[in-house]
């Protein structure tokens, strides 16, 4: 076995991998393809000489040494991570880095950006994008991130932490004008529905379900219930990202569901509509987690106040 320091990307790709069981998670926190994490972790066992993950038909697998270099290993890179995000925090107060959702990001939180760089140009704000959620404990990098949560996360202690609700979700079809056009009824309207392409989207499975099945309990109309009755709501084209679905319908390919939040801009601009007014809210909405006490603290309280205001303001 080669004695020499390994490899420090292979390393940090390894304990990644061993974290997730799953290569193309890794990649997703590295910042790198599926492929390429594979490789680095195949040059660190080749450094060391030995096995460390074995891959199956079921996902990945710790070897015997495999498990003994992680649990070695992983105490030692997380706290050389803390050490260097500490420094970095230390030499710039004003300097702070925001993780969150893409479709998020898009949608929401970089329409709103130039406001808070207006009222704080001081702050140095980095964004960075994952559809995994934030450990905050191994992502010692992040000082604020939104992601979803249940409410109920909300009173719970959290040490060094602090969670606050910032938007719910609220689901409900989305469509281009034209689709449904003349439908003066919701009886009418979702009998158009049942006409339509149902598009789907990874982020919400089983949303069109969900929502046809709520909507008919708070409905109460025979009419509707019949209609909604004649829509298979597991047919229809998926994609990977709200994004994609949402240019789907207003392309006309059909009719998705998305979070009403996402949809304001488009919806101003006529290029997609809201056909029904009802919208189903989930068990999960947007929480804001944030550190607390940080050599950062001032900016990280600034964001979050500046946070609050905007989802006031949207749901104004």
Same mark, same amino acid.
């Given at each position: 076995?080669?004695?020499?320091?390994?490899?420090?990307?292979?390393?940090?790709?390894?304990?990644?991998?061993?974290?997730?069981?799953?290569?193309?998670?890794?990649?997703?926190?590295?910042?790198?393809?599926?492929?390429?994490?594979?490789?680095?972790?195949?040059?660190?066992?080749?450094?060391?000489?030995?096995?460390?993950?074995?891959?199956?038909?079921?996902?990945?697998?710790?070897?015997?040494?495999?498990?003994?270099?992680?649990?070695?290993?992983?105490?030692?890179?997380?706290?050389?991570?803390?050490?260097?995000?500490?420094?970095?925090?230390?030499?710039?107060?004003?300097?702070?880095?925001?993780?969150?959702?893409?479709?998020?990001?898009?949608?929401?939180?970089?329409?709103?950006?130039?406001?808070?760089?207006?009222?704080?140009?001081?702050?140095?704000?980095?964004?960075?994008?994952?559809?995994?959620?934030?450990?905050?404990?191994?992502?010692?990098?992040?000082?604020?991130?939104?992601?979803?949560?249940?409410?109920?996360?909300?009173?719970?202690?959290?040490?060094?932490?602090?969670?606050?609700?910032?938007?719910?979700?609220?689901?409900?079809?989305?469509?281009?004008?034209?689709?449904?056009?003349?439908?003066?009824?919701?009886?009418?309207?979702?009998?158009?529905?049942?006409?339509?392409?149902?598009?789907?989207?990874?982020?919400?499975?089983?949303?069109?379900?969900?929502?046809?099945?709520?909507?008919?309990?708070?409905?109460?109309?025979?009419?509707?219930?019949?209609? &909604?009755?004649? =829509?298979? +709501?597991?047919? @229809?084209? $998926?994609? *990977?990202?709200?994004? /994609?679905? %949402?240019?789907? !319908?207003?392309?006309?390919?059909?009719? &998705?569901?998305? =979070?009403? +939040?996402?949809? @304001?801009? $488009?919806? *101003?601009?006529?290029? /997609?509509? %809201?056909?029904? !007014?009802?919208?189903?809210?989930?068990?999960?909405?947007?929480?804001?987690?944030?550190?607390?006490?940080?050599?950062?603290?001032?900016?990280?309280?600034?964001?979050?106040?500046?946070?609050?205001?905007?989802?006031?303001?949207?749901?104004?």
């Amino acid at each position: 076995m080669n004695t020499d320091l390994p490899p420090l990307n292979g390393l940090r790709s390894f304990v990644e991998a061993a974290r997730e069981l799953s290569f193309s998670r890794a990649a997703r926190r590295l910042g790198v393809t599926a492929g390429a994490a594979s490789r680095l972790v195949r040059k660190l066992e080749e450094h060391l000489g030995v096995r460390l993950l074995e891959r199956t038909a079921h996902g990945l697998v710790l070897t015997a040494h495999g498990e003994l270099y992680f649990r070695d290993v992983v105490g030692p890179l997380t706290a050389v991570a803390a050490a260097t995000r500490r420094l970095a925090v230390a030499r710039n107060p004003n300097r702070l880095v925001v993780a969150c959702y893409p479709t998020f990001a898009a949608r929401w939180l970089l329409p709103r950006w130039s406001r808070f760089f207006d009222r704080h140009p001081e702050i140095d704000v980095q964004l960075a994008t994952s559809l995994a959620d934030i450990d905050f404990a191994r992502d010692d990098a992040i000082d604020v991130a939104i992601r979803l949560g249940d409410d109920r996360e909300l009173g719970r202690p959290s040490p060094g932490l602090v969670r606050e609700k910032l938007l719910d979700v609220e689901t409900t079809p989305v469509a281009a004008p034209p689709v449904f056009a003349g439908c003066r009824s919701d009886a009418r309207r979702m009998a158009r529905l049942a006409e339509q392409v149902l598009v789907h989207s990874k982020p919400l499975p089983q949303e069109w379900r969900r929502w046809l099945a709520a909507f008919v309990r708070a409905s109460g109309d025979a009419a509707v219930a019949r209609a &909604a009755a004649a =829509i298979d +709501a597991r047919r @229809g084209p $998926e994609f *990977e990202t709200l994004n /994609l679905s %949402f240019q789907a !319908a207003a392309e006309g390919i059909g009719v &998705a569901v998305g =979070i009403a +939040a996402f949809i @304001g801009d $488009e919806v *101003e601009a006529g290029t /997609l509509a %809201f056909p029904f !007014a009802f919208r189903r809210r989930g068990r999960l909405n947007f929480h804001v987690v944030a550190r607390i006490g940080g050599a950062n603290a001032r900016a990280v309280g600034h964001y979050r106040r500046w946070l609050a205001e905007e989802a006031g303001l949207s749901r104004a």
